[in-house]
């Protein structure tokens, strides 16, 4: 079986300084994948490779078996931005407008979309059990609202594989629950694959897959004995 | 009506409710991308154009529209190089576009002419000029229909966007090109000063009251026709010059929107304790 992520002995550096090198992994269908480390480490950096919006020093990454740089079935992939509550929080749509937006490639050339459209958005934010919201002004509602209504727009055009960069950042823990709950359940049933850059390694160890530590310039997947190394030090040492 | 018996008075009628239709539209997109000065930017580098043009021998809505589309590409690229200090390549491009025009408008021959673009003359443009608007609105409004949701994926959040694969660059050109084209075709009319707050003003209006993006940009253009209309009457009847009466009653509503919600929501809170 073939990753449909596939990253070989990447390198990237801004300026002069090195952020990793030589780092590989591949993600297959169906997986559910943490990356940890700590600040500074470079996971976003990695997954803005990923997603081909940096170019690297050396190495290449491929999705669905194609070098990135030549990739153009961007519908297959979800990405959910590190503080994507940001971009919408003042801006005045409603949630069923920002979530209908990302069926871009589904309303083709139509200007407006269709009523078959405003119901697939209605879904997804049922699925997010924000479907009461639906025609709320996105900017009253609360951050994690906000989060649930990003997801139902990353959800709605029903993606294969699905980037996530720490979504659980300035989230109450009600929301975190059930956003890890929602994407176990994603992951389960539907065999959505899933990518997701976090510090709850504790979560992500209990319903993700695999875990990744990106530190010092390096990648490994942690065993089971490593996360509990690391969560019996952050359990002693919780400020580090 | 007496008002609308000069035909002075209905072209400036037509030509200023054609511009209040199609400047919202793009003010919508400028002041949701947080960049609202872009106007103020592309208008003042559009008197730089006037006054090539009127050394030339050029039409200078012409010219206008040439330092506009510049001025505007200017901006783009310079956002690009410095996308976290995005408001800074306004500030360069409009120091560069008055720099430029205060040294041409020196060589300029007719300076009442030059004038008339600071504060415009909507009551005294050609049939050529009001030609310009109409086509003007017709291609703006056009283009606008047609990139709708992908101007308004761009607008909320372009990173995304671009991963959901709309063109993005593609579009922003476009949006370039007719905001320059705009604020150039404006400018004759209700001046090189006052444009910017032509798209900003109804906006920032429309914005207390929109439940939606959909409300939001149908009041805008609403309260946009309403100011001008209201500007048009009372600078006729009052003798004002009517580009700075559109912008002035534009400016007095927002002022009372603003007070009004203040008081309502004090008186809320008040109840609610």
């Known amino acids: 079986m073939s990753g449909i992520v596939r990253v070989d002995n990447l390198s990237f550096q801004y300026g002069d300084e090195p952020i990793f090198s030589q780092i590989g992994f591949s993600v297959y269908p169906g997986e559910s994948v943490a990356v940890i480390g700590s600040n500074g480490a470079g996971k976003s950096t990695l997954l803005r490779l990923i997603l081909g919006e940096l170019t690297p020093l050396t190495g290449s990454v491929r999705l669905f078996g194609q070098e990135v740089r030549h990739f153009r079935e961007w519908t297959k992939i979800g990405y959910l931005a590190q503080n994507g509550t940001q971009a919408v929080s003042g801006f005045p749509a409603t949630a069923e407008e920002i979530v209908t937006a990302n069926l871009y490639s589904r309303i083709g050339f139509r200007p407006f979309p269709k009523k078959e459209h405003r119901e697939k958005a209605r879904t997804a934010l049922r699925q997010v059990g924000m479907e009461d919201y639906a025609k709320r002004i996105v900017g009253a509602l609360s951050g994690g609202q906000q989060q649930r209504v990003m997801l139902a727009r990353v959800l709605v055009s029903d993606p294969e594989l699905l980037f996530l960069d720490e979504p659980t950042v300035g989230v109450d823990a009600e929301t975190v629950m059930s956003l890890f709950d929602l994407l176990t359940r994603l992951n389960r049933e539907n065999g959505l694959t899933v990518v997701m850059i976090t510090h709850d390694l504790a979560r992500a160890s209990e319903r993700m897959s695999r875990v990744l530590c990106l530190e010092d310039g390096t990648l490994v997947e942690l065993d089971k004995a490593q996360i509990d190394k690391e969560l019996t030090h952050k359990h002693k040492h919780p400020g580090v | 009506m007496a008002i609308l018996e000069y035909d002075f008075m209905r072209r400036a009628f037509a030509a200023g409710i054609l511009l209040a239709v199609i400047i919202p539209c793009i003010g919508m997109i400028v002041v949701l991308k947080r960049l609202s000065m872009i106007g103020d930017a592309l208008s003042h580098s559009s008197l730089a154009g006037v006054a090539a043009g009127l050394i030339l021998g050029v039409n200078p809505i012409l010219g206008a529209a040439a330092a506009c589309i510049a001025a505007a590409l200017g901006i783009e690229a310079i956002r690009k190089k410095i996308p976290k200090y995005s408001e800074m390549s306004i500030a360069i491009i ?159 509503c927002l002022m009372l929107i603003l007070a009004f919600k203040g008081a309502a929501a004090a008186i809320s809170a008040r109840i609610k304790r």
């Open chain 2, 94 to 252: 409009m120091s560069a576009g008055i720099g430029l025009a205060g040294v041409l408008s020196g060589f300029v021959k007719n300076a009442a002419n030059f004038n008339s673009f600071l504060f415009g003359s909507i009551v005294a443009i050609s049939d050529f000029e009001l030609s310009l608007v109409v086509g003007v609105s017709c291609a703006v409004t056009l283009a606008f229909i047609l990139l709708y949701k992908e101007l308004f994926y761009i607008a909320m959040d372009e990173r995304a966007a671009r991963i959901a694969g709309v063109p993005t660059q593609a579009v922003n050109f476009v949006f370039t090109i007719l905001t320059a084209v705009t604020v150039s075709v404006a400018a004759r009319t209700v001046g090189a000063l006052i444009v910017s707050s032509m798209m900003v003003v109804p906006v920032a209006c429309a914005m207390q009251f929109g439940k939606s993006y959909k409300q939001t940009l149908i009041y805008s253009v609403c309260f946009a026709v309403l100011f001008t209309a209201a500007g048009l009457f009372l600078a006729y009847y009052a003798r004002l010059k009517p580009g700075g009466t559109i912008v002035l009653l534009g400016i007095l």
